[in-house]
Antibody, heavy 116, light 108 residues
Framework: QVQLQESGPGLVKPSETLSLTCSVSGYSISNGYYWGWIRQPPGKGLEWIGNIYYTGSTYYNPSLKSRLTISVDTSKNQFSLKLTSVTAADTAVYYC?????????WGQGTLVTVTS | EIVMTQSPATLSVSPGERATLSCRASQSINSDLAWYQQKPGQAPRLLIYGASTRATNIPPRFSGRGSGTEFTLTISSLQSEDFAVYFCQQYHHWPLYTFGQGTKLEIK
């Protein structure tokens, strides 16, 4: 069974870059499927951030596209997110997930707080 | 962007009773709809996909219906562990998936 685990700093300063990695186990990213990032501000709903295929093809939420980079490292079975020029509005729990249309497998989520 | 609207925002139901949650899409999404359950401090858990197919290990008291723009999630006899927040998600409009704002199911 596929398992996902997010990792990265829990605190980021305003205007800096938020960087997270999702490590996948129990399934090889190179075998296919899309892999995605979703976030949830405290006490609020879910927002789709973007997807990546194992080939490196990416799809970004237009509202974040100018600040967002998602990449994949098949040798490490990981994919990553970088969000630049963060503000307090980017404070959220960030989840990674396996994308099959629906999201059947999620990481546990990691809280990233943007604060000086 | 397809907007997903859930109602009600909060639903108060007694244990053992039936709960019906609604989700409406701003345009047709065929049956490309999923439902998730989220408990505090946890990631969402997939309940239903394809509007009506239960995910692995989801008990039969959970059922989904609908197509096009109108969808429902019904929990036939509420158990204590079912009180949570429920989200719908459309995956028809690739690659920009969107979620509803959630329905909080609370104990009456």
């Amino acid at each position: 069974q596929v398992q996902l685990q997010e990792s990265g700093p829990g605190l980021v300063k305003p205007s800096e870059t938020l960087s997270l990695t999702c490590s996948v186990s129990g399934y090889s990213i190179s075998n296919g499927y899309y892999w995605g990032w979703i976030r949830q501000p405290p006490g609020k709903g879910l927002e789709w951030i973007g997807n990546i295929y194992y080939t490196g093809s990416t799809y970004y939420n237009p509202s974040l596209k100018s600040r967002l980079t998602i990449s994949v490292d098949t040798s490490k079975n990981q994919f990553s997110l970088k969000l630049t020029s963060v503000t307090a509005a980017d404070t959220a729990v960030y989840y990674c997930a396996k994308v099959t249309g629906e999201l059947g497998s999620w990481g546990q989520g990691t809280l990233v707080t943007v604060t000086s | 962007e397809i907007v997903m609207t859930q109602s009600p925002a909060t639903l108060s139901v007694s244990p053992g009773e039936r709960a019906t949650l609604s989700c409406r899409a701003s345009q047709s999404i065929n049956s490309d709809l999923a439902w998730y359950q989220q408990k505090p401090g946890q990631a969402p858990r997939l309940l239903i996909y394809g509007a009506s197919t239960r995910a692995t290990n989801i008990p039969p008291r959970f059922s989904g219906r609908g197509s096009g723009t109108e969808f429902t999630l019904t929990i036939s006899s509420l158990q204590s562990e079912d009180f949570a927040v429920y989200f719908c998600q459309q995956y028809h409009h690739w690659p920009l998936y969107t979620f509803g704002q959630g329905t909080k199911l609370e104990i009456k």
